[in-house]
């Protein structure tokens, strides 16, 4: 099993700054994985986080509004910019387990609101 | 694209009673996976339960079984002797095959179970 801490679990922002979400894993993993979650909605991926490398965006998700880093194998961090009501969401980070295991792990989420 | 389908937003049982929950999902691959994850108001992602494509016997856990249909491309959970903490938002889920690299999960809209006395 692989054991997630969220940061911040929840956070009320003024419209127009910007959030950054820290994910911390338990255990070394070569993905992470970040989720949307709208109010009442499923997850939606925003990308996908490889160590030493440029994360992977899904459409509709660009970098210059979700900067993604990941400095290390246990650790990654997922920014909100340029803050509007719209990005009022749940995000979630997400790692797969390890070996044969394809469960998914997930984060306890980040409930963001932007007044 | 793979795209996983939950046609009942909401559903009801009583406590004890039985309860399925429907799922459908359209893929070209023959090898991936198949999830039901529980979110209850905490928030917190709970894997229920997991159904390998190459498998055909149906998984089971505990009060918790599915039937997966793969021609059809099928996967209902079905829950027995309903308990009050069995309430929560139920998410059906598609992973493609392959172990050796993480993939990532698509969601179904997902459906609220009410649990009644």
């Known amino acids: 099993s692989a054991v997630i801490s969220q940061k911040p679990s929840r956070d009320i922002c003024q419209r127009g700054t910007s959030l950054t979400i820290q994910c911390q894993v338990d255990?070394?993993?070569?993905?992470m994985f970040w989720y949307r979650q709208q109010p009442g909605q499923s997850l939606t991926l925003i990308a996908t986080?490889?160590?030493?490398?440029?994360?992977?965006?899904e459409s509709g998700f660009v970098i210059d509004k979700f900067p993604i880093s990941r400095p290390n194998l246990t650790f990654s961090t997922l920014t909100v910019s340029n803050m509007s009501p719209e990005d009022s969401s749940i995000y979630l980070c997400s790692v797969e387990g390890r070996g044969l295991n394809t469960e998914a792990f997930f984060g306890q989420g980040t409930r963001l609101t932007v007044v | 694209a793979q795209t996983v389908t939950q046609s009942q937003p909401e559903m009801s049982v009583q406590e004890a009673e039985t309860v399925t929950l429907s799922c459908t999902y359209d893929t070209s691959e023959s090898d991936y996976y198949l999830f039901w994850y529980k979110q209850p108001p905490s928030r917190q992602m709970i894997l229920v339960i997991r159904q390998e494509a190459y498998k055909q016997q149906n998984a089971t856990e505990n009060r918790f079984s599915v039937n997966f249909q793969k021609a059809a491309k099928s996967f209902s959970l079905k829950i027995s002797d309903s308990q009050l903490g069995d309430a929560a938002m139920y998410f059906c889920a598609y992973r493609r095959g392959g172990w050796g690299t993480a993939s990532k999960l698509t969601f179904g809209t997902g459906t609220r179970l009410q649990v009644t006395l």
């Open positions: 986080a490889n160590q030493g490398s440029e994360a992977t965006y």
């Open positions: 255990s070394q993993v070569t993905m």
